[in-house]
T-cell receptor, first 117, second 115 residues
Framework: AQTVTQSQPEMSVQEAETVTLSCTYD???????LFWYKQPPSRQMILVIR??????QNATENRFSVNFQKAAKSFSLKISDSQLGDTAMYFC??????????????FGTGTRLQVFP | GAVVSQHPSRVICKSGTSVKIECRSL??????MFWYRQFPKQSLMLMAT?????????EQGVEKDKFLINHASLTLSTLTVTSAHPEDSSFYIC???????????FGSGTRLTVV
């Protein structure tokens, strides 16, 4: 069974600084997707970034980038130029591509990020 | 695009009654929807996978007779909490995936309080 581990329950960063959130996963599959989701106090889940396992290039979305190390099964999220609005819970998630429309997301336990002014 | 609407956002019900939560995809067809439960300061726990036109698949430990899921159309899935008890109080979130899109859109969640 696949598992997703986020070893940092809480992190803090000062505004405009850079922070990295860690995520490791365990799978025997080769074809999968990885995601980072943000859940602000409103509790709406928001997709931050997505990485296809077959792509070697790390995904980037504006201030958000990932360091995807497939052999090490590591998928960290780097937030550059942190903003107060980045304060939220961040969940790493794994999806195995079964191809039968039952692919489901497996979430890590989350990291609570606080951005200070 | 890919908006999922979830209603109600908050509901308070008496113990022993049933509550229905709706999850609707507004601008796409969702062959598969997922229902999660989230306790305070915890992660999302998948309860069941809802497939249009067929029975839902429940995760281990989830009571299918208590949490009834219906996915009667490509745009609507419902979760009914039957004979609710205070321990069912929680935050429930639905999500839907596009056909052919490897990602998910989430509803805004429903906070259920059973008194």
């Amino acid at each position: 069974a696949q598992t997703v581990t986020q070893s940092q329950p809480e992190m803090s960063v000062q505004e405009a600084e850079t922070v990295t959130l860690s995520c490791t996963y365990d799978t025997s599959e080769n074809n999968y997707y990885l995601f980072w989701y943000k859940q602000p106090p409103s509790r709406q889940m928001i997709l931050v970034i997505r990485q296809e396992a077959y792509k070697q290039q790390n995904a980037t979305e504006n201030r958000f980038s990932v360091n995807f190390q497939k052999a090490a099964k590591s998928f960290s999220l780097k937030i550059s130029d942190s903003q107060l609005g980045d304060t939220a819970m961040y969940f790493c998630a794994f999806m195995n591509l079964l191809g039968d429309n039952t692919d489901k997301l497996i979430f890590g336990t989350g990291t609570r990020l606080q951005v200070f002014p | 695009g890919a908006v999922v609407s979830q209603h109600p956002s908050r509901v308070i019900c008496k113990s022993g009654t049933s509550v229905k939560i709706e999850c609707r995809s507004l601008d796409f067809q969702a062959t598969t929807m997922f229902w999660y439960r989230q306790f305070p300061k915890q992660s999302l726990m998948l309860m069941a996978t809802s497939n249009e036109g067929s029975k839902a698949t429940y995760e281990q430990g989830v009571e299918k007779d208590k949490f009834l899921i219906n996915h009667a159309s490509l745009t609507l899935s419902t979760l009914t909490v039957t004979s609710a008890h205070p321990e069912d109080s929680s935050f429930y979130i639905c999500s839907a995936r596009w056909t052919g899109y490897y990602g998910y859109t989430f509803g805004s969640g429903t906070r259920l309080t059973v008194v």
